[in-house]
């Protein structure tokens, strides 16, 4: 079984902004990472329901947005009008949409724990930057499923199913160890500028102080800021 996002889109985006693990930690932790926005190429890569298209358009940048899901495209243009270009596509799609354009900021937020072939992925975003550009990525930490873990051993990869009760409907996510994700990165030419295993903002602590406790003790998310390898004097294969 795979994440139907269209059955859930509803919901899922009803709820979304609330969950204080986006907004007191994931959500935090990726704008402190952002570069001024004014004025630049922006790609929210997978952008679901459309917070991240939202931010970087007030922010003043010039956004381009994709999803998969109809269901979540439907989302996110009743969230941000009609001031941003929003594609309901899957990347292999891109090339051929974008035709030629290029982007100064690439950002995929929460959205690389579904992909099966995370080279592919990383590759095809890869593509659509510009020379000097960056990618900001953040995903679930492989090791926030413990209970994966210690059933098959921290190197397995599989499909785990989150509790998300909340979702309106089943999550499935990719469970993979770090070392597959980061040789994913480099297979796909990019280099790993920052890896950041950001801890929740204190605010977090008054609306789920069980959850809060926890992301203290343990990474819920990692974040990659990325660029190109043939920009750090790299030449992929």
């Not at 402190?32 to 991240?52: E, N, R």
């Not at 990325?226 to 294969?237: I, S």
Request: proline share 6%.
């Amino acid at each position: 079984m795979t994440t139907d996002y269209d059955q859930i889109a509803e919901q899922f985006s009803a709820v979304i902004d609330r969950i204080p693990g986006n907004q007191f930690y994931e959500r935090p932790a990726t704008i402190s990472l952002l570069p001024p926005l004014k004025d630049i190429d922006v790609l929210d890569a997978g952008c679901g329901s459309g917070f991240y298209t939202e931010y970087a358009h007030k922010a003043g940048a010039r956004v381009v947005a994709f999803d998969p899901s109809k269901g979540m495209v439907e989302q996110a243009i009743k969230r941000v009008g009609t001031g941003c270009e929003i594609h309901c596509c899957k990347s292999s799609d891109l090339d051929a949409i974008m035709a030629g354009r290029k982007f100064d900021l690439v950002l995929s937020n929460l959205v690389m724990h579904y992909v099966q072939d995370l080279k592919v992925e990383f590759s095809r975003l890869e593509q659509m930057l510009k020379t000097d550009g960056k990618m900001i990525v953040s995903m679930k930490h492989p090791i926030l499923h413990i209970g994966f873990i210690q059933k098959f051993g921290y190197r397995a990869v599989g499909l785990v199913r989150p509790g998300w009760d909340w979702a309106g409907g089943p999550v499935e996510h990719v469970q993979r160890p770090m070392g597959a994700i980061t040789s994913a990165i480099y297979e796909a030419g990019l280099l790993i500028e920052q890896l950041i295993e950001a801890e929740p903002a204190p605010e977090m602590e008054k609306v789920d102080p069980a959850g809060y406790a926890l992301a203290k003790r343990v990474p819920f998310f990692v974040h990659f800021v990325l660029v190109r390898r043939r920009n750090a004097g790299e030449h992929p294969e």
